[in-house]
């Protein structure tokens, strides 16, 4: 059995946004907040194992409280750097990440993940039944060696490296709002006039 103490919530703020202006997403506004903090405030009601990737603002992602990662390769080199950054840094067993610019996320993914863990397994991927979330994914500790081998390769693709590995799909509704993110402007101006 898999417990929420196991595994620390990595939020991946470290893009670079081309389609939002190259503006760093998780602090544009959205309904009135930014949006890292829309997901911090879903998730800190149910854990304090909480990090931030991010590779600018620095200072305002610590202002939250928690620790921020910077990614260790340069040039904003994808998802997979920044969770690979995290992994390195974590004191648990695994390690949860999920984007910033997803305003529906619920905690209720996390917990579904929880309950469909079974040992044999190292990484869990959200699928919603019509594609996978990879970006939502719970990835085992021992993984640290496996993605940094792939990422020295020069390879960047997320779901290669899950389907290298031994991963098991979780499925949620193909209706389900929680995978839904912001990646543009106008995706966020219909947002924030709902």
Not at 57 to 67: A, C, V
Not at 84 to 90: E, H, N, Q, R
Not at 144 to 157: P, Q, V
Not at 180 to 187: A, K, V
């Amino acid at each position: 059995m898999l417990t929420k103490k196991e595994i620390t919530i990595g939020i991946l703020a470290g893009g670079k946004a081309t389609r939002m202006n190259n503006e760093d997403k998780g602090l544009v506004i959205a309904q009135g907040i930014p949006l890292i903090e829309n997901i911090l405030n879903k998730i800190s009601k149910h854990t304090t194992n909480i990090i931030i990737n991010a590779n600018r603002n620095i200072k305002k992602y610590e202002s939250y409280g928690y620790s921020v990662v910077q990614d260790n390769l340069e040039n904003f080199q994808g998802p997979l750097s920044g969770i690979f950054s995290m992994l390195k840094t974590i004191d648990t067993n695994y390690l949860f990440t999920l984007p910033c610019d997803c305003p529906n996320f619920s905690w209720d993914v996390i917990q579904k993940i929880i309950d469909s863990y079974e040992e044999s397994k190292e990484i869990y991927v959200a699928h919603n039944n019509q594609r996978s979330q990879p970006v939502f994914m719970l990835i085992s500790k021992s993984k640290l060696r496996s993605l940094e081998n792939y990422l020295a390769n020069g390879d960047r693709k997320i779901d290669i490296f899950y389907q290298k590995n031994n991963y098991k799909y979780v499925y949620y509704d193909k209706d389900s709002a929680y995978f839904d993110n912001i990646n543009t402007i106008e995706q966020l101006n219909d947002f924030n006039s709902k």
